[in-house]
């Protein structure tokens, strides 16, 4: 058994305040997309897009914006639950070396989409596996990710000219890192901790 892929499992953190802004080498990005396209899809649909944003203006409007949504969220919450959201910083759009924008397109496949028949979601979850498969790859590479998702899906879609039908699942901050740590940002600021894996598995029905 070979170790590495658990370590970066382990390692993989969702990150904001520890980007340093560096450019990442174009055949280190390459790498990383290529991993990411390497993902499983239903019906070999392969839904995903990647629009890669250096642009700081780009970048600055959608950072504006996730301010405004933030400010939406922390409206929302009961005042003991925002102090403890005050302190919490949720992206890192303009420190990162890059922004990497997902996307899905729920018709590509055509019609006769192989497995997904009966579950539509199916398609998103093959997006959402292309995501995980370039954070680890970026991990494994010794950089960081972000993923931002205080934004409305139609800003997004308008500031990349992204077209009718397709969908922007996530902003990844990407890029290099002064370090990763080693315990999640909202636990170290007691917004929620991880549930043990004992609450996680049931056996032979889910109540058990
Ligand atoms: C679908 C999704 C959306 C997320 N959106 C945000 C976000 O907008 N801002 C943020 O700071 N973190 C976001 N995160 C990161 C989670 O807060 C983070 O993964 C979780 O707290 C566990 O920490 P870890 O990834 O470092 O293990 C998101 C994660 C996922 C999977």
Known sequence: MST???????RRRDVRAEFTG???PDDQLLRVLEAAHRAPSVGMSQPWDFVVVRDQATRG??????????DTFAASLPEERRGTFDKIKIEGICESSMGVVVTH????????VLGRHAIADTGLFSTVLAIQNLWLAATAEGLGVGWVSFYREEFLADLLDIPEGVRPIAWLC??????LETV?????????????LTDAIHHEGWRA
């Open 4 to 10: 590495a892929l658990y370590d970066v499992i382990a």
């Open 174 to 179: 990407l890029g290099t890192v002064s370090h």
């Open 105 to 112: 397109d729920q018709q590509r496949g055509g019609t006769h």
């Open 61 to 70: 409007a959608f950072r504006d914006h996730v301010a405004t949504e933030r």
């Open 22 to 24: 560096e450019p990442v």
């Open 184 to 196: 999640p940002d909202l636990e170290r600021h007691g917004w929620r901790a991880r549930r043990p």
